[in-house]
């Protein structure tokens, strides 16, 4: 129930977003009509809608964006005519032959001054193509519900939450009507202006509908802001959230641990991810004086992985008697690969005394469900170690766990006895595991830590001097993306560079394509260029869908990086794209300063995915 409020009022908020404007013409054109007959069927129509066409884009296939696309043209085709319709009334009986009779009677059915303007069918069909139209920028609290949906799967709770939002939206959208509707009349009846208004109005719904055609709704408009709610959002979701540190998570958003400065990261977007403090939680510490852990719960089935790689499938009961780590990882996370060289340790030195580790890879990208990526990932990583691959989140669902990267400690019962979340602390989680082989009753178990030499993206990061932070490509989670035109989505754009940029600021050059979770260059030498500030800067690459290698090359304030190359370029700042995953292109040997990176593609097909930073 509480979600459901929380859900509602998040809807009520989004009043204040600017991803509003382009529908608000559609809703003000019955602005002088009667509200229960004629506003209230729009708007329950736009919030019925949405929640259907929100729920299948969460848990349908590709099949329901496609049959949502050609919803949205036909709205838009819809919505046209009606805007024609009020700009030039007389344009009417022109408009009702056969090919646009239907829309055309619609149109005029909603428009017309008479009692049948006021009727509820006409309205509430404007509704359904409005609430095909509507695009709401996402926050903290449209990202809860939606990545829960992404998650849990078809249910009635996703499509009652959605609807929750809608009709939040609807009621600070009845109120506006109301006010406006009263308005107007006056308006109407002291000046006369009737038709001046009713052509006004017209010329604003054939204006929203180009914003929509050109995506400016979901494109441009999500990186502006007349103000923000993404604190008053956040706010109320930690009223339903609590926090790691105090209890394992139950909330079904995914997040990752980040690396950088534990704000909100790309929070105000449709997203997966949000940041975990960089102090990393440590549930169960190890006790003083041999005192026991505290039992946080059983270990869940782990009979959801789609493959096991480096071993036959595991079972919870199968294991009993063994002491257990189980790591959730996905491998073009830099936080877990960070922390991978501590996990391998541990599976090395406590093989032989009871101890099982289990990598559980749990994506991020969609590239990151193909099997065979994965399979190259553990060999280029070297585990050998048993990988359960849970593209479907199950795995991950049975433990609530929300964390990129999360260990969780199990005793020799099959207990859930500590977890701890993201980067560091590895000296008392090994201490966890010494202590949980000691009440299995090991002898001689191994004292001490490990002490890892890690090289490349695995090196601990920085972290005192990373101002920079994660930063996504792709639409659905983009941050501090500056162009003249705006990011236009889900078709070729070609953007001039801009500049000059200020810190953690992003821009494209060439012809691009930005999806929901990457941006492909779609003709030879495009770039991408950030400003940052970190030691270390990774970005998630990939060639194209052909699989050909893209070459690139890497210049930091116009320049070669020499020394400060990554491991993946050379000193001239030369490399290639050959597969999909973390590249670091950046290592800085000099004092961390405020730097331009650019990275230029020669060969069309490079896919980018998101920066990040150590």
Known sequence: MLLFIVSYLGGVLTILSPCILPVLPFVFARADKPFIKSGLPLLLGMALTFAAVATLAAVGGGWAVQANE??????????????????????????????????????????SQDGNGSSVGPSFLLGIATGLLWAPCAGPILGLVLSGAALQGANVQTTILLLAYALGAATSLALALLIGGRVFTAMKKSLGVGEWIRRGLGVL???????????????????????????????????VRPTPSDTQPTSSVIAKSDQNSGDQNSGDQNSMTMSANPAMMM?????????????????????????????????????????????????????????????????????????????????????????????????????????????????????NNEYWPAHYFIDAQGRVRGHHFGEGDYDKSEQIIQQLLREAGKTNVAQGVVSVDAKGAEAAAD????????????????????????????????????????????????????????ATLNAANGSITYRFHARDLHLVLGPGSDGKPVRFRVLVDGKAPGEDHGVDIDADGNGTITNQRLYQLIRQNKPVADHTFEIDFQDPGAQAFAFTFG
């Open 205 to 239: 719904v054939i204006a929203g509908v180009g914003a929509i055609a050109l995506g400016l709704d979901t494109g441009f408009l999500t990186q502006v802001s007349l103000a923000s709610t993404s604190a008053v959002e956040q706010g109320l979701v930690d009223k």
């Open 70 to 111: 050609y919803g949205r043209w036909i709205a838009m085709g819809l919505l046209a005519i009606f805007g024609v319709t009020l700009l030039f009334p007389h344009l009417s009986d022109w408009l009702t032959r056969p090919l646009v009779s239907a829309g055309s009677r619609l149109s005029q059915a909603a428009s």
């Open 463 to 518: 972290m005192s001097d990373v101002i920079s932070p994660e930063t996504y490509i792709g639409y659905d989670r983009a941050d501090n993306f500056i162009a003249p035109s705006g990011m236009v989505v889900d078709k070729s754009q070609v953007y001039a560079k801009a500049g000059p940029l200020d810190l953690n600021q992003w821009t494209l050059s060439g012809d691009w394509t930005v999806d929901k979770e990457k």
């Open 283 to 399: 549930k169960a510490k190890p006790a003083a004086g041999g005192e026991t852990l505290p039992v946080e719960g059983q270990l869940p089935s782990l009979s959801g992985a789609v493959e096991w790689l480096n071993t036959p499938p595991l079972t919870a009961e199968g294991l009993r008697g063994k002491v257990v780590v189980v790591d959730f990882w996905t491998y073009s996370c830099i936080n877990c690969l960070r922390s991978i060289p501590y996990v391998r340790a541990w599976a090395e030195k406590y093989k032989d005394q009871g101890l099982v580790v289990i990598g559980v890879h749990a994506p991020e990208f969609a590239f990151e469900k193909n099997a065979d990526n994965v399979k190259q990932a553990i060999k280029d990583l070297k585990i050998d170690y048993p990988v359960a691959v849970d593209n479907n989140y199950a795995i991950w669902q049975g433990f």
